[in-house]
């Protein structure tokens, strides 16, 4: 006899579902996983062995509440006319007991392997890529610290080129910062992402790496991971979805951004030199610069404008006004409230943006610290959104070329930079200039 009362038949049957519960969590937690994304991290292997533990425990004590639930709802059902109360039952210490030690166990042991591989996951590597992320409402900015030596390597002497400050400045520590709106990696190099929020919280997800990481506005959060399966730099269709898994607000949904993973890291080097070239010698047309960039989503503008003629770029946003005919706009009625001149009204709405405010509108367009230069060129291509399709205002096109843009790059014939060296470009057209070899 034991203390709770049980004949050798009773422990026979509990000794036998006990098995059955267990090799019942074993089939739960062998088989969900596949259900999930492929594994394209180090990391990912961790988290899903971590995760069918749990699933395998889980799975065992699902089983036994609701075999338990169906056992009780048959067994116990209450006879027709019965209206009688249930039995009283008083404590049972042993069971108690049991009933305590076994979950404290499980928790302690799942609390050390999580804490461990959380431990590893974190842990500096060696050689890490720095991604500077920002993430805002409702987008994602990648930005990375591109060595000269890539550019340096092509025979671009960068001690002698005709930069602009902005450039000049970002160069003195030996880098480029080189804008994305992909996040670009490459296979088996450690990555970091350095994430800050410019607005509310929200949080990096890339499924297929399995990591997951709040980012916090005035904090700057880190995740690491090392992506080890390569998708196709050339088929947008093959990147990894970013996902944005912390509510922020109505366009929370749509806030996805894509992962590639380079190959090896000439691969990458590639892609990273021909944006540096971008960067370095951009197009000396104004217009054509202002294009590259807004068409670009490297601002966030797309996300709160519409603009007809950048439809194609995801220019939906309608937070701000509709800059369709901003041109138009700039020299006529708002040229006239503020008494500025169109140019110096577009300037001063992407530098001041609070400074007058469009009626209807409130103070929501941030100030992003957009360079003297970009800025040129984006108020010169805006002051071509007008309803005639001539531009609104005049630029000094010459005085821009000669203060924005470095001349031609080591190579190119005549004065014209590469075609295939955009400063920044979209998924679309990137993909097929990284299709096209050698260019
Ligand atoms: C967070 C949303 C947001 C973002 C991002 C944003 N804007 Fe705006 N924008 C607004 C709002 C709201 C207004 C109207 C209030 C005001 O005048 O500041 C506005 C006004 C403007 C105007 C004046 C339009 C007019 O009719 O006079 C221009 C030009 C403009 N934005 C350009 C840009 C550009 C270029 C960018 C990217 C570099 C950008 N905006 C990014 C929200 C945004
Ligand atoms: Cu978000």
């Not at 902005?166 to 003195?172: H, L, P, Q, R």
């Not at 992962?259 to 000439?266: G, I, K, L, S």
Request: proline share 8%; with cysteine.
């Amino acid at each position: 006899m034991n203390s709770l009362n049980l004949s050798s038949t009773q422990i026979r049957n509990i000794a036998i579902i006990g098995v059955l519960l267990i090799v019942g969590g074993f089939i739960i937690g062998l088989l969900t996983p596949s259900l999930f994304p492929a594994q394209a991290s180090a990391e990912a292997p961790l988290i899903d062995n971590l995760f069918q533990t749990m699933l395998i425990i889980g799975g065992a004590i699902f089983l036994l509440v609701q075999g338990l639930l169906v056992y009780s709802a048959i067994k116990f059902r209450a006879k027709p006319g019965d209206t009688s109360d249930g039995i009283h039952l008083h404590g049972n210490t042993t069971l108690e007991i049991i009933w305590t030690a076994i979950p404290a166990v499980i928790v302690t042991v799942l609390t050390i392997l999580s804490w461990n591989v959380f431990n590893i996951m974190q842990a500096p590597k060696d050689d890490e890529l720095v991604v500077h992320t920002t993430a805002a409402r409702f987008n994602w900015a990648f930005a990375y610290d591109a060595p000269l030596s890539l550019v340096e390597a092509q025979g671009v002497d960068i001690a002698n080129l005709n930069l602009p400050d902005n450039v000049k400045a970002d160069i003195a520590d030996g880098t480029l910062t080189i804008a994305s709106t992909e996040l670009h990696t490459y296979a088996n190099r450690p990555v970091r992402m350095d994430m800050q929020s410019r607005d509310v919280i929200h949080a990096f997800w890339v499924p297929v790496f399995r990591v997951k990481q709040d980012v916090i506005p005035g904090r700057t959060t880190t995740v690491r991971f090392t992506p080890t399966l390569p998708n196709d730099p050339t088929n947008a269709e093959s990147w990894y979805p970013v996902k944005c898994t912390e509510l922020c607000g109505a366009q929370h949904g749509a806030m996805v951004a894509y992962t590639v993973v380079h190959p090896d890291e000439a691969s990458f080097n590639a892609w990273m030199s021909e944006r540096m070239m971008g960067v370095l010698f951009p197009p000396p047309d104004p217009v054509e610069r202002g294009f590259q960039l807004l068409s670009s989503n490297i601002y966030p503008c797309y996300t709160c404008h519409i603009d007809a003629d950048l439809a194609e770029f995801n220019w939906n946003g309608n937070v701000g006004p509709n800059l369709t005919v901003v041109g138009d706009r700039a020299v006529g009625t708002r040229a006239n409230a503020t008494g500025l001149s169109g140019v110096d009204y577009l300037t001063q709405s992407i530098h001041e943006p609070g400074a007058y405010l469009v009626p209807g509108y409130g103070n929501l367009m941030p100030n992003l610290g957009i360079s003297d230069c970009d800025t040129r060129a984006i108020v010169a291509y805006l002051c071509t959104q007008t309803a005639s399709g001539e531009p609104a205002c005049t630029i000094d096109t010459e005085a821009y070329a000669a203060q924005c843009t470095a001349g031609a790059p080591p190579g190119a014939p005549g004065a014209e930079p590469p075609a295939s060296a955009p400063a920044e470009t979209t998924p679309e057209a990137e993909a097929t200039a990284e299709a096209t070899p050698g260019s």
